[in-house]
C-alpha cells in the first residue's frame, strides 16, 4: 500500500479524523439492515484542537476493524455553540413519531445529545431519515433542560423490562448521573439520580447503562473464593459507566465502572467498588453501541487523554478511538484470596481485512533464554500493524531481593532503532511495565503530563503449583497506539506512543534479567498487513 505523507503515523485499524481534531465517540450504533456500524465523534474539522462549533463526524464499518469516513453528520448553525457528545437509538416501533413507512425499522436513528450555548447545556434530539448520513431537528428542540451549563452527555438505551427509553446524563460538577424514562423520546421524566460513587475527580461526563449476563456461576456468599452455579433468577446484571475528568488515579481522564441491578427507576450497585475500565492513560468517554449483535456489549472509547490530548505531536490529525472492545461480566482472581466480578474485555478485529497473514515469529526454545537477547527483524517492511501473545510462568523461588528479575520485550522503530517500545514484567514486585519514553521527538519528554512509564498490577492466570505461576499478554499495535491486554482481558491497558514519521516497529527482542526465572510458554509475533 502507499500512503499519504500528510498522515504518517495515523492508525490504521483505530477511527480517526480525516483532518482536525477528534474526541468522545458518540451515536455508536449497528444498523441491522445494511449491516452496518456507525460511530460519530466529537470532530472540529477546522483545527487539530477542540474548539467551537464542534460537530458530530460519522464514520461507518461493516467489520469494526476499518472505518470509512461519512463526513459530518450535524452541525450547529452558528460559530459559539456545540453539538456535545450524545447517542442515538433506533426507533423501531417509531414511538417518536417522527418516521412513516418510508423509513424501514431498522434505519429508525434517533439521535440525542447535548446542545451546549454559552447559557445552558440542554438536550435535544434529531431523527435521520436516510440511515444515519444526515440528522433533522426537531422543531421542539430542547428536549430536556434543567437550567444548568453542567448537564450533558445523554446516553439512551431500550428498557425491555419497563418497555421505556432510559437517558443516563451527566449533572457533571454535582456529581450525578440523573436517569430519565420516556415513551416517546420527547418527554422525559426524572426516576432517579445515581450520587458521588466512585472516584470524582473534577466532574462526571459521559454515564451510560448497559445490561449484561452474569457469569454461569456466581460467589457462595459468604466466601470469597468459591463459585457456585448461578440459580438465581436474575441472569444479567447491569453495568453504569462514568468517565472522570481530571483527576484519574493515573491522571487526568477515565472510565470508571460499577456493577449492579437497575429495575427502571433505581439502580443499585451489588457492591461497593470502584473499577476501571482500562489501566492505561489513553482510554476515556466510552460507550457502548445500540443494538450490538448477537446481545453482546460492543463499546469504544476515545484513545486520548484530556491532559495531553491537544498536545500530541500529530499533524494534520489529533486522536483516534480505540478499537471496539466486546465486554463480559465473569470473576477475576484479584489476589490469592478475593475473586471479585469484573468486567472483561476482548478487541474486535476482523482478520479478513489483512492481506497476508504470513509474516508470523514464533519463538522456540525460550525456555533456556538466557540474559542474552533473542532478536528478530521482520523481512517484510512494516506497515506499523503488529500483534504479540505472550505466556510466561515465573519461578518465585528462583530469585530474591537482590535480583532484577525482569522479562523485558523491546519493539523497535525499523528506520529509526533508537526509538523503542519497552514492555515487560518484573518478578519481585508483580508488576508489568510499559515504559513508551524511547522517542527521538522531544515532546514525549517535555510534556509534563506525558507519564512515560506506567504499570499494570498482574495476578497469575493459572498456577502450577506454589511456586510456579502463569501470566500472558496479548498486545496489538496500530502505528501510534497499543492496546494491551492481559490474562485474556481482565485488565486492559490503553496508551498512545509517538515515534518519527514512517517509523514502524519492524524488530522483537526479548531478554531476562535472571536466568532461571522465567519459563516462555508462548512468544509470537506478527505483522498485519492491509
Ligand atoms: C468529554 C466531553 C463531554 C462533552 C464533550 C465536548 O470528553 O467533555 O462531556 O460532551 O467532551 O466535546
Given at each position: 500500500?502507499?500512503?499519504?505523507?500528510?498522515?504518517?503515523?495515523?492508525?490504521?485499524?483505530?477511527?480517526?479524523?480525516?483532518?482536525?481534531?477528534?474526541?468522545?465517540?458518540?451515536?455508536?450504533?449497528?444498523?441491522?439492515?445494511?449491516?452496518?456500524?456507525?460511530?460519530?465523534?466529537?470532530?472540529?474539522?477546522?483545527?487539530?484542537?477542540?474548539?467551537?462549533?464542534?460537530?458530530?463526524?460519522?464514520?461507518?464499518?461493516?467489520?469494526?476493524?476499518?472505518?470509512?469516513?461519512?463526513?459530518?453528520?450535524?452541525?450547529?448553525?452558528?460559530?459559539?455553540?456545540?453539538?456535545?457528545?450524545?447517542?442515538?437509538?433506533?426507533?423501531?416501533?417509531?414511538?417518536?413519531?417522527?418516521?412513516?413507512?418510508?423509513?424501514?425499522?431498522?434505519?429508525?436513528?434517533?439521535?440525542?445529545?447535548?446542545?451546549?450555548?454559552?447559557?445552558?447545556?440542554?438536550?435535544?434530539?434529531?431523527?435521520?431519515?436516510?440511515?444515519?448520513?444526515?440528522?433533522?431537528?426537531?422543531?421542539?428542540?430542547?428536549?430536556?433542560?434543567?437550567?444548568?451549563?453542567?448537564?450533558?452527555?445523554?446516553?439512551?438505551?431500550?428498557?425491555?423490562?419497563?418497555?421505556?427509553?432510559?437517558?443516563?446524563?451527566?449533572?457533571?460538577?454535582?456529581?450525578?448521573?440523573?436517569?430519565?424514562?420516556?415513551?416517546?423520546?420527547?418527554?422525559?421524566?426524572?426516576?432517579?439520580?445515581v450520587e458521588k460513587v466512585g472516584v470524582l475527580g473534577y466532574q462526571y461526563e459521559c454515564p451510560g447503562l448497559a445490561k449484561i449476563s452474569l457469569p454461569d456461576v456466581v460467589l457462595e456468599?459468604?466466601?470469597?473464593?468459591?463459585?457456585?452455579?448461578?440459580?438465581?433468577?436474575?441472569?444479567?446484571?447491569?453495568?453504569?459507566?462514568?468517565?472522570?475528568?481530571?483527576?484519574?488515579?493515573?491522571?487526568?481522564?477515565?472510565?470508571?465502572?460499577?456493577?449492579?441491578?437497575?429495575?427502571?427507576?433505581?439502580?443499585?450497585?451489588?457492591?461497593?467498588?470502584?473499577?476501571?475500565?482500562?489501566?492505561?492513560?489513553?482510554?476515556?468517554?466510552?460507550?457502548?453501541?445500540?443494538?450490538?449483535?448477537?446481545?453482546?456489549?460492543?463499546?469504544?472509547?476515545?484513545?486520548?487523554n484530556w491532559q495531553y490530548g491537544q498536545y500530541v505531536p500529530t499533524y494534520p490529525w489529533r486522536s483516534s478511538m480505540s478499537l471496539v472492545r466486546n465486554l463480559t461480566l465473569e470473576y477475576?482472581?484479584?489476589?490469592?484470596?478475593?475473586?471479585?466480578?469484573?468486567?472483561?474485555?476482548?478487541p474486535v478485529i476482523d482478520y479478513d481485512c489483512f492481506t497476508s497473514n504470513s509474516d508470523v515469529i514464533k519463538f522456540s526454545n525460550l525456555s533456556s533464554l538466557s540474559t542474552l537477547d533473542?532478536?528478530?527483524?521482520?523481512?517484510?517492511?512494516?506497515?506499523?500493524?503488529?500483534?504479540?501473545?505472550?505466556?510466561?510462568?515465573?519461578?518465585?523461588?528462583?530469585?530474591?531481593?537482590?535480583?532484577?528479575?525482569?522479562?523485558?520485550?523491546?519493539?523497535?522503530?525499523?528506520?529509526?532503532?533508537?526509538?523503542?517500545?519497552?514492555?515487560?514484567?518484573?518478578?519481585?514486585?508483580?508488576?508489568?511495565?510499559?515504559?513508551?519514553?524511547?522517542?527521538?521527538?522531544?515532546?514525549?519528554?517535555?510534556?509534563?503530563?506525558?507519564?512515560?512509564?506506567?504499570?499494570?498490577?498482574?495476578?497469575?492466570?493459572?498456577?502450577?503449583?506454589?511456586?510456579?505461576?502463569?501470566?500472558?499478554?496479548?498486545?496489538?499495535?496500530?502505528?501510534?497506539?497499543?492496546?494491551?491486554?492481559?490474562?485474556?482481558?481482565?485488565?486492559?491497558?490503553?496508551?498512545?506512543?509517538?515515534?518519527?514519521?514512517?517509523?514502524?516497529?519492524?524488530?522483537?527482542?526479548?531478554?531476562?534479567?535472571?536466568?532461571?526465572?522465567?519459563?516462555?510458554?508462548?512468544?509470537?509475533?506478527?505483522?498485519?498487513?492491509?
Open positions: 500500500s502507499s500512503f499519504n505523507t500528510t498522515q504518517d503515523n495515523k492508525p490504521l485499524i483505530h477511527a480517526t479524523p480525516p483532518e482536525g481534531w477528534m474526541n468522545d465517540p458518540n451515536g455508536l450504533w449497528y444498523d441491522s439492515k445494511d449491516e452496518l456500524y456507525h460511530m460519530y465523534y466529537q470532530y472540529n474539522p477546522n483545527d487539530t484542537v477542540w474548539a467551537l462549533p464542534i460537530v458530530w463526524g460519522h464514520k461507518t464499518s461493516k467489520n469494526l476493524t476499518i472505518w470509512d469516513d461519512a463526513g459530518i453528520a450535524m452541525a450547529p448553525t452558528d460559530t459559539i455553540t456545540g453539538f456535545y457528545s450524545g447517542s442515538v437509538v433506533v426507533d423501531y416501533n417509531n414511538t417518536s413519531g417522527f418516521f412513516n413507512s418510508s423509513t424501514d425499522p431498522r434505519q429508525r436513528a434517533v439521535a440525542i445529545y447535548t446542545y451546549n450555548t454559552p447559557e445552558a447545556e440542554v438536550q435535544c434530539v434529531a431523527y435521520s431519515l436516510d440511515g444515519g448520513y444526515s440528522f433533522i431537528q426537531y422543531e421542539s428542540n430542547p428536549v430536556l433542560s434543567n437550567n444548568s451549563t453542567q448537564f450533558r452527555d445523554p446516553k439512551v438505551i431500550w428498557h425491555e423490562e419497563s418497555q421505556k427509553w432510559i437517558m443516563t446524563v451527566a449533572k457533571t460538577q454535582e456529581y450525578k448521573v440523573a436517569i430519565y424514562s420516556s415513551s416517546d423520546l420527547k418527554d422525559w421524566t426524572l426516576e432517579s439520580e456468599s459468604g466466601s470469597n473464593n468459591k463459585t457456585i452455579p448461578n440459580s438465581s433468577s436474575s441472569k444479567d446484571a447491569w453495568v453504569l459507566f462514568i468517565s472522570i475528568n481530571p483527576g484519574a488515579p493515573q491522571g487526568g481522564s477515565y472510565v470508571e465502572y460499577f456493577i449492579g441491578d437497575f429495575n427502571g427507576t433505581v439502580f443499585t450497585p451489588f457492591s461497593r467498588e470502584t473499577q476501571a475500565l482500562d489501566d492505561g492513560k489513553d482510554y476515556y468517554a466510552f460507550q457502548t453501541f445500540f443494538n450490538s449483535p448477537d446481545n453482546s456489549t460492543l463499546g469504544v472509547a476515545w484513545a486520548s477475576f482472581q484479584a489476589n490469592p484470596e478475593s475473586k471479585i466480578l469484573k468486567l472483561k474485555s476482548q533473542s532478536i528478530y527483524s521482520f523481512s517484510n517492511s512494516s506497515e506499523g500493524i503488529l500483534e504479540f501473545n505472550l505466556t510466561w510462568s515465573v519461578n518465585s523461588s528462583s530469585y530474591d531481593n537482590h535480583d532484577f528479575a525482569d522479562l523485558s520485550l523491546k519493539l523497535r522503530g525499523g528506520l529509526n532503532p533508537f526509538e523503542y517500545l519497552r514492555l515487560g514484567y518484573l518478578a519481585n514486585v508483580n508488576s508489568f511495565f510499559i515504559d513508551r519514553g524511547h522517542s527521538t521527538n522531544n515532546w514525549v519528554n517535555e510534556n509534563p503530563f506525558y507519564t512515560n512509564k506506567l504499570s499494570v498490577n498482574l495476578q497469575p492466570f493459572d498456577y502450577v503449583n506454589d511456586e510456579i505461576s502463569t501470566y500472558k499478554v496479548y498486545g496489538i499495535i496500530d502505528r501510534n497506539i497499543m492496546e494491551l491486554y492481559f490474562n485474556d482481558g481482565f485488565q486492559v491497558s490503553t496508551n498512545t506512543f509517538f515515534f518519527g514519521d514512517y517509523n514502524y516497529i519492524s524488530s522483537v527482542e526479548l531478554s531476562v534479567g535472571k536466568d532461571g526465572v522465567f519459563d516462555i510458554q508462548e512468544f509470537s509475533v506478527r505483522q498485519l498487513h492491509l
